[in-house]
C-alpha cells in the first residue's frame, strides 16, 4: 500500500449509486478474473447487475479510495431485492426474510489487502445497517473450490479466514449455484456457500 495517500471512504445509497457504477464495475471486472472467482465477466452485465444497488430500497456501497484511486468496495442490500438463486435458499428459515441483509462484496487490488482495510469497510458497513433499524443478520456467500485447485496461488489466503474472525458462522449445507464463464473462457457451474453473522445493536453491545 502506498503509505505517502490517506485512505478515505465514502458512503453511498440510494440514487448516488448511480455516479460509481462505472468505478465499481471497473473494480469487479479488474479482481474478479483472480482466484477463486476467475471469473470473465463483461462491462455491460456488470453495469446491469449493479445497476440494482441504485434502484434497491436500502441498498448501500461504500468505496475506499487511495487519493483518487478508488482501491476497494463493500456493497450490500436487502437480501429481498435479490434475485431467486439468492432467495429460494432461505425460503422456509425460522426467521422473516426482510430482517435479512446480504453483503455481496468486500474487494480490493492487490496492494491493499490484508492491512485492515476489510474490517474497516465491514465495521461502516454494519454500523450503516444497524442504523436502519431493521435488519437483523447480515448473510455473505463464498465459492467453493477444492484446495487443490491448479490455479490456487500458493500464497492464497481463503475469505473464509476473514468472515469466521469478524464473527459469521458456516451455514453448513446452504448453498446455491451459479454458472459464469472462467478465464479459460469456459462456462462452468460454481457452489456458492452462505454464512451468517447476527447483527447486535451498538447500544447492547
Known amino acids: 500500500m502506498n503509505g505517502n495517500m490517506e485512505i478515505t471512504e465514502q458512503l ?17 471486472l479488474d479482481i474478479f478474473p483472480e482466484y477463486p472467482y476467475l ?3 463483461r462491462r455491460e452485465d456488470e453495469l446491469t447487475y449493479l445497476g440494482t444497488y441504485a434502484e434497491a430500497p436500502d441498498a448501500c456501497v461504500i468505496l475506499a479510495y487511495d487519493g483518487l484511486a478508488v482501491i476497494g468496495a463493500a456493497t450490500g442490500m436487502p437480501l429481498i431485492h435479490e434475485g431467486a438463486q439468492m432467495i429460494d435458499v432461505f425460503t422456509g428459515i425460522s426467521f422473516p426474510l426482510d430482517e435479512i441483509y446480504y453483503v455481496g462484496e468486500l474487494l480490493f487490488r492487490l496492494g491493499y489487502r490484508n492491512c485492515g482495510l476489510g474490517q474497516r469497510l465491514l465495521d ?22 477444492p484446495g487443490d485447485h491448479p490455479l490456487r496461488p500458493r500464497d492464497y489466503i481463503p475469505i473464509t479466514r476473514f468472515l469466521a474472525r469478524t464473527g459469521f458462522t458456516h451455514l453448513s449445507g446452504i448453498t446455491t449455484h451459479f454458472i459464469w464463464r472462467e478465464t479459460d473462457g469456459d462456462k462452468r457451474d460454481h457452489t456458492m456457500q452462505f454464512w451468517c453473522k447476527e447483527l447486535i445493536s451498538e447500544l447492547s453491545g
Open 12 to 28: 453511498l445509497t440510494g440514487t448516488a449509486i448511480a455516479d460509481v457504477l462505472d468505478d465499481l464495475a471497473t473494480l469487479r
Open 39 to 41: 471469473y470473465q465477466g
Open 124 to 145: 461502516q458497513l454494519e454500523s450503516h445497517i444497524r442504523s436502519l433499524g431493521c435488519y437483523h443478520r447480515l448473510i455473505c456467500a463464498t465459492v467453493e473450490r
